[in-house]
């Protein structure tokens, strides 16, 4: 974990904005997301390849693949994408809360429980750092995970135009 530059910063270590991202980055999931795009897309096509082994079965009980191939391979892409939509939007919502914790100028912490919330007004050198980390970390990841709902999406109305063209 990294130390805060700010000696007399109240928050708790583990709840540190900073301390919360370096802990993000280096989840499993998380830090595939920091990684090459051709990295990226391996970890997105493995969790659609689980999926796809979840969703055959259950379309082929729907479509006999052996009779009805099309609408077989068209629904179980379908159900295998909803597995990768649920990563994304996991993915999406963790870097979301550490962008808004970074960013904010103010920070909300507890300190032994639910009941005794407080908050700690960042100084400005902290306030900066943690700016920069949002917008040449955080921000380039925003963007690909949107770029991949974005594809997703596409892949979507791609495949219901083939539907109904069959």
Not at 15 to 20: D, G, H, M, T
Not at 76 to 92: D, K, Q
Not at 139 to 153: D, H, S, W
Request: proline residues 5%; glycine residues 6%; contains cysteine.
């Amino acid at each position: 974990m990294i130390k805060s530059s700010v000696s007399n910063c109240p928050v708790p270590t583990e709840q540190q904005p900073l301390n919360e991202y370096e802990e993000l980055k280096s989840s499993w999931l998380f830090r595939d997301c920091t990684l090459t795009w051709g990295k990226y897309l391996t970890t997105i096509a493995w969790i659609w390849g689980f999926c796809a082994l979840l969703a055959a079965p259950v379309v082929a009980t729907s479509f006999q693949p052996h009779k009805q191939s099309l609408q077989f391979i068209l629904c179980s892409v379908a159900g295998s994408s909803i597995g990768v939509v649920l990563a994304l939007l996991r993915l999406y919502l963790g870097w979301s809360y550490i962008r808004e914790r970074l960013s904010s100028p103010v920070i909300f912490y507890e300190e032994s429980g639910w009941y005794d919330g407080q908050t700690w007004m960042k100084p400005q050198e902290v306030l900066t750092r943690d700016r920069l980390i949002v917008s040449y970390q955080i921000q380039p990841i925003m963007r690909r995970l949107e770029i991949t709902f974005a594809g997703l999406a596409a892949l979507f109305v791609a495949g219901t135009i083939v539907w109904h063209l069959v």
